[in-house]
């Protein structure tokens, strides 16, 4: 009896310290300024129709150029990472080359190294290529596989049979051709849960976009947001709106392909 109050008590704890954040967010979306300030946060609005800080963000945050902005870094960077990632993967798993161990020890290290130390070295080698101030700069920072990445492909390589890759080049195909007909196809779970969680990942990303997208054209979501904090202050009440904007997409993409994620973790743990 115990141990189920406690699973059930850590479970509403749980939801708790999730949900209340959003709900101050929400509750901040609907209130005008005079009403935020004179109002605490857990304090439902008094007009549930009032969308006029929706329509504040929309525009003067330019919403739809982020989230075309967004959309392009997002499906180019993915594309790669799939790519660059599955190739390494099918490598890595299917052929014995020298210093192996080593190769995937530096993919250790690197996962090791805080990305924040190396940002002075990265910026310059990213002026270099005059790839500051476009979209080309953040899809060549996103396009590297990370770590996890590479894990989840090369635990789902490792659990499709090797005799599969023997058929088919006693049927004539090339390695490449194992990998594109035979490999590819049976990793749709691992590719789901790797753009699941590497999108995200982008969708949220701030710093980088801050840092090499400074034209007003090139916003992207997650800087449209900073266009309402200024020096003397800011509009929280319309930054929370362009927030609740900025999450739905995020949360109805979570709905409909969690079990995704889920089974994607799973197996690619268990296997």
Known sequence: MIPRIGKYASLVLASFVVLVPLVVVLFASFKTHAEYA?????????NWLNFANFATAWSHGHMLR?????????VVSLAGTIAVGT?????????????K??????????????????????????????LVDTLGSAVVLFLGTDIVS?????????????????????????RFTVYRRVILPLMKPAIATV????????????????????SPGLNVISTALFR??????????TIAACTMIV?????????????????????????
């Open 38 to 46: 004179s109002t605490g946060p857990l304090t439902p609005p008094r």
């Open 66 to 74: 982020g989230f075309v902005n967004t959309t392009i870094i997002l």
């Open 87 to 99: 190739l390494a993967a099918y490598a890595i798993s299917r052929f014995s080359f020298p210093f």
């Open 101 to 130: 161990r080593l190769v995937l020890g530096l993919f250790l290290v690197a996962a090791l190294v805080p990305g924040v130390t190396t940002q002075v070295a990265t910026y310059q080698i990213v002026k270099s290529m005059g």
């Open 150 to 174: 590479i894990y989840i492909f090369i635990q789902f390589i490792q659990s499709i049979p090797r005799s599969l890759d023997e058929a088919a080049v006693l049927d004539g195909a090339s």
């Open 195 to 214: 753009v699941i969680i590497k999108g995200i990942a982008i969708y949220n990303e701030f710093y980088i976009p801050f840092l090499y997208l400074r």
């Open 228 to 237: 309402f904090k200024g020096p003397y202050g800011a509009q929280w009440e």
């Open 247 to 271: 999450i739905i997409p995020t949360v109805v993409v979570f709905l409909v392909l969690q079990r995704f994620i889920y089974n994607g973790v799973t197996a690619g743990a268990t296997k």
